[in-house]
């Protein structure tokens, strides 16, 4: 694998009226486990079925019904744990969290605290090629989902759909390392990438799969130094906390609001209360939700229903033997293997269908070349018609063109042609070479014959290039055109160029 240096970006540096500040976020990621049943019954998980229909009687919170853990969703928590390199621990333990949730029958959450199940972990954030973030996890814990409250069906009642009220939850939680709203965003979406490598949760933030609570506070250059020595939080400034953003645009929005809202409040001798605010996308502003509840305000003690959980090291390292390879080492290879630059190599791995997609187009042929055909031709054509890649070409499709193109029996530009042929008529980039005369003209002889008519009916333009080579390129151009681009270009540049002279 290519060992990749990277560059720390600058913090992100705003301008009070009094003074600069900087800007330090913490990250509360829910997603979502992809399963097929919810973390402690067998209730479907489907979204998009009839409300309060996938609801068991436990997650109706009936008298007597115990939990009982999936052990799929602790097996896709610990495959999460071990995608971010956090440690995986062998025994944790499930805590009864009392807060009051409108649509969660029984009253109380039940989630980790004291001993979650994964640990410490990292995730590098690429900023730009060459520029990274490496932001720490903090932890990873299981939890449930609650249900939906619905106000806007009747002017005086709420709706309660249970249907999601016991999902299980992974909260993934961030030590306080990002700098700036762009950073925020960034790294949502390189956890997303990751989770979805892993096959842990498909990442739909628009169905509410994955939610980020953002914590914002900003202090004074030189007080974020002075945390990572001391580790004392105090140095951080005071923090709000934004719940349940689903939008990358709006992390950004949100917080940008936020800190300029706190700096205001410093700078005016007035102080930042730690609370929960919710952010209004219509409004671009935060707004205050509730005081923000400490750990012991909701009254944490173990769940008395569940037995700790205990997992074995030889079930975890099974599962580490299952782990895809991840983005970063994807694209590491992929620079290394195929000597594409690593922007494209990050363009290409940014999804895992779209990088095995590429690999099947690569064929035997020129990885560089095939990567700017899949990112400019194929990719472009696809996200102008909202279809997934394989829509407008299948992988043998590419590698099909692009050999025609290494053996110079068609023109890049005939090449277009051939895949915009072939997107209408679904016909074989061959067939359509062959029946359509599209084959590259090598005949040298049919070459010259063109060049000859072409000097001759400039002489003009033959005594500027004469004097200026680099107006040769115009001669080129009349050639191609003349033969419907279907002239070998080497073969065109060398005649013009010995034709006048150059």
């Given at each position: 694998?290519?060992d990749l240096t990277y560059?720390?970006?600058?913090?992100?540096v705003?301008?009070?009226a009094?003074?600069?500040?900087?800007?330090?976020?913490?990250?509360?990621?829910?997603?979502?486990?992809?399963?097929?049943?919810?973390?402690f019954s067998?209730?479907?998980?489907?979204f998009?079925?009839?409300?309060?229909s996938?609801v068991?009687?436990?997650?109706?919170a009936?008298?007597?019904?115990?939990p009982?853990?999936?052990?799929?969703?602790?097996?896709?928590?610990?495959?999460?744990?071990l995608?971010?390199?956090?440690?995986?621990?062998?025994?944790?333990?499930?805590?009864?969290?009392?807060?009051?949730y409108?649509d969660?029958?029984?009253?109380y959450?039940?989630?980790?605290?004291?001993e979650?199940?994964?640990?410490?972990?990292?995730?590098?954030?690429?900023?730009?090629?060459?520029?990274?973030?490496?932001?720490?996890?903090?932890r990873?814990?299981?939890?449930?989902?609650?249900?939906?409250?619905?106000?806007?069906m009747d002017?005086?009642?709420s709706?309660?759909?249970?249907n999601?009220?016991?999902?299980?939850?992974?909260?993934?939680?961030s030590?306080p390392?990002?700098?700036?709203p762009?950073?925020?965003?960034a790294y949502?979406?390189?956890?997303r990438q990751?989770?979805?490598?892993?096959?842990?949760?498909?990442?739909?933030?628009?169905?509410?799969?994955?939610?980020?609570d953002?914590?914002?506070s900003v202090?004074?250059p030189?007080?974020?130094e002075?945390y990572?020595?001391?580790?004392d939080?105090?140095?951080?400034?005071?923090?709000?906390?934004?719940?349940?953003?689903?939008?990358?645009?709006?992390?950004?929005q949100a917080?940008?609001?936020?800190?300029?809202?706190?700096?205001a409040?410093l700078?005016?001798?007035?102080?930042?209360?730690?609370?929960?605010r919710?952010?209004?996308?219509?409004?671009s502003e935060t707004?205050?939700?509730r005081s923000?509840?400490?750990?012991?305000?909701?009254?944490y003690?173990?769940?008395?229903?569940?037995?700790?959980?205990?997992?074995?090291?030889?079930?975890?390292?099974?599962?580490?033997?299952s782990?895809?390879?991840l983005?970063?080492?994807?694209?590491?290879?992929?620079v290394t293997?195929y000597?594409?630059?690593e922007?494209d190599?990050?363009?290409?791995?940014?999804?895992?269908?779209?990088?095995?997609?590429?690999e099947?187009?690569?064929g035997g042929g020129?990885?560089?070349?095939?990567?700017?055909?899949?990112?400019?031709?194929?990719?472009?054509?696809?996200?102008?018609?909202?279809?997934?890649?394989?829509?407008?070409a299948a992988p043998e499709?590419n590698a099909?063109?692009?050999?025609?193109?290494?053996?110079?029996?068609?023109?890049?530009?005939?090449?277009?042609?051939?895949?915009?042929?072939h997107?209408?008529?679904?016909?074989?980039?061959?067939?359509?070479?062959?029946e359509?005369?599209l084959?590259?003209?090598t005949?040298?002889?049919?070459i010259?014959?063109?060049?000859d008519?072409?000097?001759?009916?400039?002489?003009?333009?033959v005594?500027k290039?004469?004097?200026?080579?680099?107006l040769?390129?115009?001669?080129?151009?009349?050639v191609?055109?003349a033969?419907?681009?279907?002239?070998?270009?080497k073969?065109?540049?060398?005649?013009v160029?010995?034709?006048?002279?150059?």
């Open positions: 694998m290519l560059e720390t970006p600058k913090p992100r705003i301008a009070g009094k003074h600069d500040w900087e800007l330090v976020i913490g990250m509360e990621v829910h997603a979502q486990v992809a399963s097929k049943a919810k973390l067998g209730a479907s998980t489907e998009g079925a009839e409300p309060n996938n068991a009687f436990i997650d109706a009936m008298p007597g019904m115990l009982v853990i999936n052990e799929f969703c602790v097996e896709q928590a610990v495959r999460t744990g995608g971010l390199k956090a440690r995986i621990n062998l025994k944790s333990a499930f805590d009864r969290k009392n807060y009051f409108p969660l029958p029984q009253g959450q039940i989630s980790q605290l004291y979650p199940l994964v640990g410490e972990g990292e995730i590098l954030v690429d900023m730009e090629p060459g520029v990274a973030r490496r932001v720490r996890i903090e990873i814990h299981m939890e449930q989902d609650a249900g939906k409250s619905i106000h806007d002017p005086a009642m709706f309660v759909d249970l999601r009220t016991g999902v299980c939850l992974m909260e993934i939680v030590r390392d990002i700098r700036g762009e950073e925020a965003a949502v979406t390189k956890l990751i989770l979805r490598y892993l096959g842990t949760c498909d990442g739909n933030m628009q169905n509410g799969n994955l939610r980020a953002v914590n914002v202090c004074r030189g007080d974020y002075r990572q020595e001391s580790q939080f105090s140095h951080l400034g005071t923090r709000c906390e934004i719940k349940n953003m689903n939008s990358m645009r709006f992390i950004q917080i940008d609001y936020e800190a300029r809202r706190q700096i409040l700078e005016s001798g007035g102080e930042v209360v730690q609370e929960t919710l952010y209004d996308p219509d409004r707004r205050s939700m923000k509840e400490e750990a012991h305000d909701y009254r003690f173990p769940d008395p229903d569940l037995l700790p959980l205990e997992i074995e090291q030889d079930w975890v390292d099974g599962i580490a033997a782990l895809p390879e983005p970063d080492a994807k694209k590491a290879r992929f293997d000597g594409v630059t922007y190599a990050s363009v290409l791995t940014a999804d895992r269908d779209l990088a095995a997609y590429f099947a187009s690569v020129d990885g560089k070349k095939t990567a700017n055909w899949v990112i400019n031709e194929v990719l472009g054509r696809a996200n102008k018609a909202e279809l997934a890649p394989q829509d407008i499709v099909a063109i692009l050999a025609m193109v290494a053996a110079d029996e068609i023109s890049t530009k005939i090449a277009k042609d051939v895949l915009e042929i997107i209408e008529t679904g016909d074989a980039p061959g067939k359509i070479v062959t359509r005369g084959k590259q003209v005949d040298t002889g049919a010259e014959e063109a060049v008519k072409i000097i001759a009916d400039n002489p003009a333009q005594e290039a004469k004097q200026n080579p680099k040769a390129g115009w001669f080129v151009g009349q191609m055109k033969t419907g681009g279907k002239a070998n270009p073969a065109v540049n060398q005649i160029g010995a034709k006048l002279g150059l």
